[in-house]
């Protein structure tokens, strides 16, 4: 009754992802989740609620409407915490439904309860109400995520000194937030709070952020931020926080300054969710972040009927790129072929404003030594920009001299996350600077900001002269 062939332990995009595609190929599939629903981070603190947030947000404070209307301008003038919950709650109910539903219609079987190894092909499950069952697979999938990073000199108490899960619950907007921290998802919350008119602090240990980037997207992202206020302190380590009487909260930094706030994020890192999986049963180890080496190609595990996918291997960390390493995962377990997934994957940051990114930066064009022409766009060059008001927003596109091939695209600005894709096709197609100048483009869109940066690029690189 209980041997599977492939048992999936946590239903994040890895997982659910993983244990469909199994089941789609006739396999008997369990998946193991301990949280209340299933979904992962991804459905329940992470990416979907931070993205509603930020809609939601966006949506009620007018901000796509200031460039017209002005910065005072709100569609609400009082936004509370609980404006912002609701719209949550709505959108997490809508996707557990879908994914229960994916689940019933593949055959997927779930259950609810805290796995944790037996053996290689065992895994105990306790379930809520404490009963204890053992399910056996020929193949199991380590799909558990990770969980916020919570030192111990950080003063947590869910009320003002948060994680990120916590963030979720709050009952009032705080009128000043430090985020610690300056990662995506610090930096995602510190602008989406800035949106709202919270007085926001971003502090950092390194006096850089998104390193990852191209520097010349960070430079514009960072003068927008300052632009309206929010206060960076890069280079500076939060050596205490400690909540004052007076019911707020003070973070002295290693440069003797102290920063007063009515709430504190602390979003400095994430570690993999392996602590209770009594890994060494299994004959497996993660690292000192919790984290789990895999074979980057296959995504299995220094045990060969063990696989890891997701957060819980690490870099990206994406839902995205979790969806497809569970995918790849499930199908050499059941011995199915997998085909590796394209080179260039996008890197989304839903900060406010968005950036996106895929392929090479010009920092690391530089570094290989490859000749190369950039072209630039910004949004306010479109028709489209006029129509919304948009005074800010940029498109960078990476040539190369030698092939004429893009070799990256990076965009800061009001839908740059979708807008990427459109690069992404171009760089996987191994497409070159003449598909942006003489492909059309609808009018007026924003897309056309890659023409006006192909032909920027396009100008300096010069014309191919025909062949006699
Ligand atoms: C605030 C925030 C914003 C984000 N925004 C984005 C974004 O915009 N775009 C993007 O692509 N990514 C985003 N991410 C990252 C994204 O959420 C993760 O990449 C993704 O959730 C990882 O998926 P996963 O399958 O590895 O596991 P997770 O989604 O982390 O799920 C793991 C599941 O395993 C369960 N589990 C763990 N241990 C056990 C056990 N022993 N037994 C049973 N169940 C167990 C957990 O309860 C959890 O439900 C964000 C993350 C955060 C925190």
Same mark, same amino acid.
């Given at each position: 009754?209980?041997?599977?062939?492939?048992?999936?332990? /946590?239903?994040?995009?890895?997982?659910?992802?993983?244990?469909?595609?199994?089941?789609?190929?006739?396999?008997?599939?369990?998946?193991?989740?301990?949280?209340?629903?299933?979904?992962?981070?991804?459905?329940?603190?992470?990416?979907?609620?931070?993205?509603?947030?930020?809609?939601?947000?966006?949506?009620?404070?007018?901000?796509?409407? %200031?460039?017209?209307?002005?910065?005072?301008?709100?569609?609400?003038?009082?936004?509370?915490?609980?404006?912002?919950?609701?719209?949550?709650?709505?959108?997490?109910? $809508?996707?557990?439904?879908?994914?229960? $539903?994916?689940?019933?219609?593949?055959?997927?079987?779930?259950?609810?309860?805290?796995?944790?190894?037996?053996?290689?092909?065992?895994?105990?499950?306790?379930?809520?109400?404490?009963?204890?069952?053992?399910?056996?697979?020929?193949?199991?999938?380590?799909?558990?995520?990770?969980?916020?990073?919570?030192?111990?000199?950080?003063?947590?108490?869910?009320? &003002?000194? +948060?994680?990120?899960?916590?963030?979720?619950?709050?009952?009032?907007?705080? %009128?000043?937030?430090?985020?610690?921290?300056?990662?995506?998802?610090?930096?995602?919350?510190?602008?989406?709070?800035? *949106?709202?008119?919270?007085?926001?602090?971003?502090?950092?240990?390194?006096?850089?952020?998104?390193?990852?980037?191209?520097?010349?997207?960070?430079?514009?992202?960072?003068?927008?931020?300052?632009?309206?206020?929010?206060?960076?302190? +890069?280079?500076?380590?939060?050596?205490?926080?400690?909540?004052?009487?007076?019911?707020?909260?003070?973070?002295? +930094?290693?440069?003797?300054?102290?920063?007063?706030?009515?709430?504190?994020?602390?979003?400095?890192?994430?570690?993999?969710?392996?602590?209770? +999986?009594?890994?060494?049963?299994?004959?497996?180890?993660?690292?000192?972040? /919790?984290?789990?080496? !895999?074979?980057?190609?296959?995504?299995?595990?220094?045990?060969?009927?063990?696989?890891?996918?997701?957060?819980? !291997?690490?870099?990206?960390?994406?839902?995205?790129?979790?969806? @497809?390493? /569970?995918?790849?995962?499930?199908?050499?377990?059941?011995?199915?072929?997998?085909?590796?997934?394209?080179?260039?994957?996008?890197?989304?940051?839903?900060?406010?404003?968005?950036?996106?990114?895929?392929?090479?930066?010009?920092?690391?064009?530089?570094?290989?030594?490859?000749?190369?022409?950039?072209?630039?766009?910004?949004?306010?060059?479109?028709?489209?920009?006029?129509?919304? /008001?948009?005074?800010?927003?940029?498109?960078?596109?990476?040539?190369?001299?030698?092939?004429?091939?893009?070799?990256?695209? $990076?965009?800061?600005?009001?839908?740059?996350? @979708?807008?990427?894709?459109?690069?992404?096709?171009?760089?996987?197609?191994?497409? &070159?600077?003449?598909?942006?100048?003489?492909?059309?483009?609808?009018?007026?869109?924003?897309?056309?900001?890659?023409?006006?940066?192909?032909?920027? *690029?396009?100008?300096?690189?010069?014309?191919?002269?025909?062949?006699?």
């Amino acid at each position: 009754m209980n041997q599977y062939d492939l048992v999936v332990v /946590g239903s994040g995009p890895a997982g659910r992802r993983g244990a469909i595609q199994a089941a789609k190929l006739g396999k008997k599939v369990l998946v193991v989740e301990q949280g209340k629903r299933v979904g992962g981070v991804s459905v329940h603190t992470g990416t979907i609620p931070s993205k509603t947030l930020r809609e939601t947000a966006l949506n009620l404070t007018g901000w796509r409407e %200031r460039g017209f209307y002005g910065r005072a301008y709100r569609v609400k003038q009082e936004i509370s915490a609980e404006d912002l919950r609701r719209r949550l709650l709505i959108t997490l109910d $809508h996707e557990v439904e879908v994914l229960e $539903h994916q689940f019933a219609r593949n055959r997927v079987q779930h259950i609810r309860g805290k796995a944790s190894f037996i053996d290689p092909q065992t895994l105990q499950i306790v379930k809520e109400d404490g009963e204890i069952i053992q399910v056996s697979a020929t193949s199991i999938l380590l799909a558990v995520g990770t969980k916020p990073f919570r030192p111990d000199y950080i003063p947590f108490d869910g009320k &003002t000194v +948060l994680d990120s899960d916590e963030l979720l619950e709050i009952e009032d907007l705080p %009128r000043s937030l430090a985020v610690i921290g300056a990662g995506v998802i610090g930096i995602e919350y510190a602008t989406i709070f800035s *949106a709202l008119d919270t007085q926001v602090t971003l502090i950092d240990p390194k006096s850089t952020m998104l390193d990852f980037i191209d520097k010349e997207i960070v430079e514009d992202f960072t003068y927008q931020l300052r632009d309206r206020n929010m206060k960076l302190h +890069l280079g500076q380590k939060a050596d205490k926080v400690e909540r004052t009487p007076d019911g707020k909260c003070a973070i002295t +930094l290693d440069s003797g300054r102290v920063i007063s706030c009515e709430m504190v994020l602390f979003a400095a890192g994430r570690m993999g969710a392996t602590d209770s +999986l009594n890994l060494a049963a299994a004959g497996l180890e993660a690292d000192s972040r /919790g984290r789990l080496s !895999v074979n980057p190609e296959t995504f299995q595990t220094t045990v060969p009927n063990i696989y890891a996918a997701g957060d819980v !291997v690490g870099f990206p960390s994406l839902a995205s790129t979790s969806m @497809e390493q /569970g995918r790849i995962a499930a199908r050499v377990a059941v011995g199915a072929i997998a085909k590796e997934p394209p080179k260039f994957f996008p890197y989304g940051i839903y900060a406010v404003p968005e950036i996106s990114t895929c392929g090479l930066t010009e920092e690391e064009v530089k570094e290989r030594g490859i000749p190369y022409e950039c072209g630039i766009a910004r949004f306010r060059e479109t028709s489209r920009g006029h129509i919304m /008001g948009l005074d800010s927003g940029l498109l960078k596109l990476i040539f190369s001299l030698k092939t004429r091939r893009l070799l990256g695209v $990076h965009i800061v600005g009001e839908g740059a996350t @979708e807008l990427v894709h459109i690069g992404q096709a171009v760089l996987n197609l191994k497409g &070159t600077v003449e598909y942006f100048v003489e492909n059309t483009f609808n009018y007026p869109t924003l897309a056309e900001a890659y023409k006006i940066a192909g032909l920027d *690029a396009g100008n300096r690189m010069g014309e191919i002269t025909p062949k006699a």
